[in-house]
């Protein structure tokens, strides 16, 4: 993916989120994923009419982080859930 990239959530995919963490449970292959905090806000935001770059813009804004820090974090984290299947891309 890159930052013109708009991720979409696996049709799928069940996600719990818990106080610290986002559950995610593929129907697909019966497999089980935990995000952290922030990855479970990836996932938030992965809805397909969000870019990768709005993403991490967002991101920056609600943890007052710099956003060429995040913006690598999240390309490898979305790039992990596409090949898990747990995002596609949306277009």
Do not use: C
Not at 19 to 26: A, C, D, I, M, Q
Request: aromatic share 6%; glycine share 10%; proline share 2%.
């Amino acid at each position: 993916m890159t930052r013109l990239s708009s991720p979409r959530r696996n049709g799928q995919v069940i996600a719990q989120k818990g106080s610290s963490n986002f559950l995610l449970f593929n129907m697909g292959d019966g497999n089980y994923y935990s995000l952290n905090e922030v990855g479970g806000r990836i996932w938030e935001l992965s809805d397909g009419h969000h870019t990768v770059g709005q993403i991490v813009d967002i991101l920056a804004a609600e943890y007052e982080a710099p956003a060429e820090a995040l913006a690598q974090d999240a390309l490898e984290l979305l790039d992990e859930l596409r090949g898990a299947k747990l995002v596609v891309e949306a277009g």
